[in-house]
């Protein structure tokens, strides 16, 4: 029996090293579909990320996927006064809001926090958004509890990679990041915008159910409960999306119904049409919507006394 054992043990450790070895060489050739590597991303998160270990306090934080980092310019809002930090990323759900809370909001210490929730963002597994926090944020306890939460292959083998080159590399160590890349230019304090920004031609969608992950919800509660531990304040906002998407969301009264019941919940209100004059694509602002939004927030801010004096 002990020599059974000790043969399924030296297998495991074999196989453990094997697998490792494989992943080193061929995680980062784009040769392994399973994994998803993407150090320097166009959104900009490692830039981010150590930005945001020497930045607080802060006056506001902004959470939420692309539709907050490509919507609360940081630059409008330091304008006005505030200190502001973006840490919005790509296809940020609450389970990776959730990770990067429990890494930065003691350094950052809002005043207030400004959370971005999008319908199709609370219905969307979250894999891009872990890959990307993976790859370009230290690894830590809480986003390897991610990576083993998700059971994905992709997840775990990228998880697995930016371990090692993470680890026994350096790779954020010696790492620097374009300002622009990929047509995306970075502003300090987290804010990512298109210097050549496409022209949007909305076309019409099918009508379409909003179906909320029950994994998103009880993310965005635990991500509720750590700013009430701390005490700091929080909103959720939804940004608008173009009218074609808008109108599309069979159920959208449902959807603002459960926001409603996390805290404050704030909607804002559509742009006018055509939803070419205010957007890049269904869901993104570009620069003249960006203002208007930015000016909405600021205004809903000081209506409500959410910052104190």
């Given at each position: 029996m002990r020599k059974f054992i000790s043969k399924i043990v030296l297998f495991a450790i074999v196989a453990a090293s094997g697998f490792l070895l494989w992943l080193s060489l061929l995680g980062g050739t784009g040769l392994l579909r399973t994994v998803n590597y993407r150090l320097g991303n166009y959104g900009h998160l490692y830039t981010r990320a150590s930005e945001a270990a020497g930045y607080g306090p802060v006056d506001i934080l902004f959470l939420g996927s692309s539709h907050a980092y490509r919507t609360f310019d940081t630059r409008y809002f330091d304008s006005l006064g505030y200190r502001t930090f973006n840490l919005g990323s790509s296809?940020?759900?609450?389970?990776?809001?959730?990770?990067?809370?429990?890494?930065?909001?003691?350094?950052?210490?809002?005043?207030?926090?400004?959370?971005?929730?999008?319908?199709?963002?609370?219905?969307?597994?979250?894999?891009?958004?872990?890959?990307?926090?993976?790859?370009?944020?230290?690894?830590?306890?809480?986003?390897?509890?991610?990576?083993?939460?998700?059971?994905?292959?992709?997840?775990?083998?990228?998880?697995?990679?930016?371990?090692?080159?993470?680890?026994?590399?350096?790779?954020?160590?010696?790492?620097?990041?374009?300002?622009i890349v990929e047509g995306w230019a970075y502003v300090p304090g987290g804010f990512v915008y298109i210097p050549q920004e496409p022209v949007f031609v909305p076309d019409s969608i099918p009508l379409q159910d909003i179906q909320v992950l029950p994994e998103q919800v009880q993310s965005l509660s635990k991500c509720l409960d750590l700013l009430r531990h701390h005490d700091i304040p929080f909103i959720l906002v939804e940004v608008p999306s173009s009218h074609a998407l808008s109108q599309s969301y069979a159920n959208y009264g449902q959807y603002t119904d459960l926001m409603a019941t996390f805290g404050p919940f704030y909607q804002l209100p559509l742009l006018p049409t055509p939803d070419s004059l205010y957007f890049t694509d269904l869901d993104h602002l570009n620069h003249r919507g960006v203002q208007i939004v930015c000016s909405q927030v600021a205004d809903l801010i000081e209506s409500q006394h959410l910052l104190a004096p």
């Amino acid at each position: 029996m002990r020599k059974f054992i000790s043969k399924i043990v030296l297998f495991a450790i074999v196989a453990a090293s094997g697998f490792l070895l494989w992943l080193s060489l061929l995680g980062g050739t784009g040769l392994l579909r399973t994994v998803n590597y993407r150090l320097g991303n166009y959104g900009h998160l490692y830039t981010r990320a150590s930005e945001a270990a020497g930045y607080g306090p802060v006056d506001i934080l902004f959470l939420g996927s692309s539709h907050a980092y490509r919507t609360f310019d940081t630059r409008y809002f330091d304008s006005l006064g505030y200190r502001t930090f973006n840490l919005g990323s790509s296809n940020q759900t609450p389970v990776q809001t959730y990770v990067l809370l429990q890494q930065y909001l003691i350094r950052l210490n809002p005043k207030l926090v400004v959370f971005e929730v999008h319908p199709d963002i609370m219905a969307y597994d979250g894999v891009e958004g872990a890959v990307d926090l993976l790859s370009n944020v230290p690894i830590t306890p809480a986003s390897a509890s991610m990576a083993l939460d998700y059971r994905n292959l992709k997840v775990f083998n990228t998880f697995c990679y930016s371990l090692i080159r993470q680890w026994f590399c350096g790779a954020l160590d010696h790492f620097e990041e374009d300002s622009i890349v990929e047509g995306w230019a970075y502003v300090p304090g987290g804010f990512v915008y298109i210097p050549q920004e496409p022209v949007f031609v909305p076309d019409s969608i099918p009508l379409q159910d909003i179906q909320v992950l029950p994994e998103q919800v009880q993310s965005l509660s635990k991500c509720l409960d750590l700013l009430r531990h701390h005490d700091i304040p929080f909103i959720l906002v939804e940004v608008p999306s173009s009218h074609a998407l808008s109108q599309s969301y069979a159920n959208y009264g449902q959807y603002t119904d459960l926001m409603a019941t996390f805290g404050p919940f704030y909607q804002l209100p559509l742009l006018p049409t055509p939803d070419s004059l205010y957007f890049t694509d269904l869901d993104h602002l570009n620069h003249r919507g960006v203002q208007i939004v930015c000016s909405q927030v600021a205004d809903l801010i000081e209506s409500q006394h959410l910052l104190a004096p």
